[in-house]
């Protein structure tokens, strides 16, 4: 974890630790790269090889503990600039004596502590190296490079470090669990205010009997995280310098109906849907999209009724038909839009003698696409297809247009008319693109969670840059993954109306299906439900960033210690934010948090899901009663704050 350090020549010491050990990891892909080649260097004997290697691992092994001296240094330099935070802090008549001594105390027990957590990788590296340079004496014996006798003695020698090595340890085992007792025992005697005289005699009668063991690594960072928190505050992850979220957001609010930027989404989840269905069955390419269209509508419409159920269906048949249309596979008609309406109203028409435009009177459904006209600038065109149905349910196609004109059948003659000269009637229903893969996506990842929970809520982080530090902070960055495109936060609803929330990772499963799982690498605190203060990074004006003053809904730690915080603003967006501090005073604790860019899907789903288990609905509204209570807590609180300032001044 990378905190902020305040004292210049603390600042620069750490900068080299850092330099250091980022040469020192260099230095071991470098000797990993060794390492590989010798699997296939023919040109030496397997004695030489497996001795080159051998001196290799052991170089490597030595790097290794070489970096936990370096990030044991800059872990000297934290306890100094947290010990001076903390003095400035009780100077200031920030924190109470009585919290500055329990802050103290940690401190006192944090450092050998984390010696003792040191040792433990030391001790382990320093074996595996003593097993390396035993074969290594082996090795040179059977290859007649050392004595008999000069092979035994090296081999004791070692025997011997590996034997006080681990005695060195147990002695730092039996100090650091005093070390533990004492602090326990201070910690239990700064609460004899809140627990009184009885209950303290009884926990420190429990403390004295117990078995008291030594510090475990978690422990350890967990403290060394707290005061991190409290004191410094963390080095923020890296952003991108635009919002992804709000760009997709504004493109959605296009007219459709005029020339625009690209608007259809492309969803992996929707090509890997097309794709699995292609290979079900052998049929000739007509049949094959008929199929895929069929089974398509089926996963859009899973959790519709009605005439949204039946129109989902259609829309899935005239999208696979128009991405895959013979015309021009490389310039697909994209479908954004199915709507059915109350009928047509063309006055030229109507007002032709003799023409029967009874059919113009009926229900007519509209499907709206996007195609092509500049490729490489995304800049689409709106085409249409207008629909009647016959005695039999089935959809006949009465007329389509493009930008210029429309061709449109009425009473079996064909018109050419002006686009502006077709007015549509009442809206009836409709489906969108948009919507329409969002619940596929809601459809899979339900179907992966296989709880029986309903999805109420989705968000996608879309921030690349914070993503490639998410993969390091999470460990996939050894594992050579990417992150992009496969973190989603997710709210699920239980039978009981019980909400609860997740971070999970899209994967592959053996045959090839996108299926989500929780994201690796990053796991649950027990808080939730405290106050935390998010920078939006939005200019309310001049150099002010709006900030937004809510509750967490679920709080997160990764393994590099770094936090995180699921939110949801007064619209019901989900919202994930990197914690960053956190301010403890005598009346009221806070958190201070930076926004992550995240994508919201619907937040209907949320409304849905209550209804879908009878709950009552003013339960809904909570959301939004917390975020402005919050909101104006938060006001009250910097109020107080200036006040205070005031006086001290």
Not at 366 to 387: R, V
Not at 575 to 604: L, P
């Amino acid at each position: 974890m990378d905190y902020k350090f305040i004292d210049e020549n603390n600042k620069n010491e750490k900068k080299k630790y850092e330099e250091n050990i980022e040469k020192c990891n260099e230095e071991i892909s470098d000797i990993d790269k060794k390492i590989k080649e010798l699997r296939f260097n023919m040109s030496i004997s397997p004695k030489e090889r497996q001795k080159q290697k051998l001196e290799l691992e052991i170089a490597k092994k030595e790097i290794e503990s070489k970096i936990i001296s370096l990030q044991n240094a800059m872990f000297d330099l934290f306890i100094k600039e947290v010990d001076k935070k903390l003095a400035d802090k009780r100077l200031n008549n920030e924190i109470t004596s009585k919290e500055y001594y329990a802050e103290k105390q940690k401190l006192k027990y944090l450092k050998p502590a984390k010696e003792y957590t040191n040792n433990l990788k030391y001790t382990e590296i320093e074996d595996i190296i003593i097993d390396f340079k035993t074969k290594l004496e082996q090795l040179k014996f059977d290859t007649k490079l050392t004595t008999f006798e000069q092979k035994e003695f090296n081999i004791k020698e070692l025997e011997k470090s590996k034997k006080f090595n681990q005695t060195e340890l147990e002695y730092q085992k039996e100090d650091i669990k005093k070390e533990k007792y004492d602090y326990e025992y201070h910690k239990i005697y700064q609460e004899r205010d809140e627990i009184g005289e009885k209950k303290l005699k009884e926990k420190l009668a429990e403390l004295e009997n117990s078995d008291i063991n030594p510090p475990t690594e978690k422990e350890v960072d967990d403290m060394y995280n707290d005061l991190g928190y409290k004191y410094l505050g963390k080095e923020m992850s890296e952003r991108e310098n635009y919002k992804v979220a709000e760009t997709w957001k504004n493109l959605e609010k296009q007219d459709i109906n005029e020339e625009h930027e690209s608007m259809y989404i492309n969803y992996d989840e929707l090509d890997n849907k097309i794709t699995r269905y292609t290979f079900d069955n052998d049929l000739d390419n007509k049949e094959i999209m008929t199929y895929i269209g069929k089974r398509l509508g089926e996963d859009y419409g899973k959790h519709l009724d009605g005439e949204k159920k039946e129109l989902a269906a259609k829309f899935a048949e005239l999208e696979v038909f128009g991405r895959y249309r013979d015309i021009d596979i490389n310039n697909p008609k994209l479908l954004l839009q199915l709507e059915k309406v109350d009928g047509l109203n063309i006055e030229t028409l109507e007002e032709t003698i003799g023409l029967d435009t009874k059919d113009l009177k009926r229900e007519i459904y509209i499907a709206t696409y996007e195609e092509y006209i500049d490729e490489n600038k995304g800049i689409m065109s709106p085409d249409k297809e207008y629909y009647t149905k016959g005695e039999k349910g089935e959809y006949i196609k009465i007329g389509e247009s493009n930008k210029e004109e429309t061709t449109i059948t009425v009473d079996g003659f064909d018109f050419k008319l002006k686009n502006d000269e077709i007015l549509k009637g009442e809206e009836l229903e409709k489906v969108t693109q948009k919507e329409m893969v969002e619940e596929l996506i809601k459809n899979e990842v339900e179907k992966s969670l296989g709880d029986g929970k309903r999805v109420t809520g989705i968000s996608k982080v879309v921030d690349v840059n914070f993503l490639k530090e998410l993969e390091k902070q999470c460990g996939y960055d050894k594992k050579d993954e990417t992150l992009w495109d496969r973190v989603s936060l997710v709210s699920t609803i239980n039978e009981k109306g019980e909400e609860d929330f997740q971070i999970l990772e899209k994967n592959y499963d053996e045959d090839g299906n996108i299926i989500y799982k929780d994201l690796e690498g990053i796991s649950t605190l027990e808080n939730s439900n405290r106050d935390i203060a998010i920078d939006t990074e939005k200019i309310l004006f001049g150099k002010y960033k709006k900030v937004e003053s809510t509750k967490t809904l679920k709080e997160y730690q990764t393994e590099s210690g770094d936090r995180y915080a699921i939110t949801r603003d007064e619209d019901g967006n989900l919202g994930f934010s990197e914690i960053y501090s956190e301010i403890h005073r005598d009346d009221y604790h806070i958190m201070e948090a930076k926004e992550i860019d995240t994508y919201s899907f619907e937040t209907k789903w949320l409304k849905e899901g209550y209804d879908e288990f009878d709950i009552d609905q003013s339960d809904i509204e909570n959301t939004k009663e917390i975020f402005n209570r919050s909101k104006d807590e938060m006001e009250k609180t910097k109020e107080n704050t200036k006040e205070d300032k005031g006086r001290e001044l």
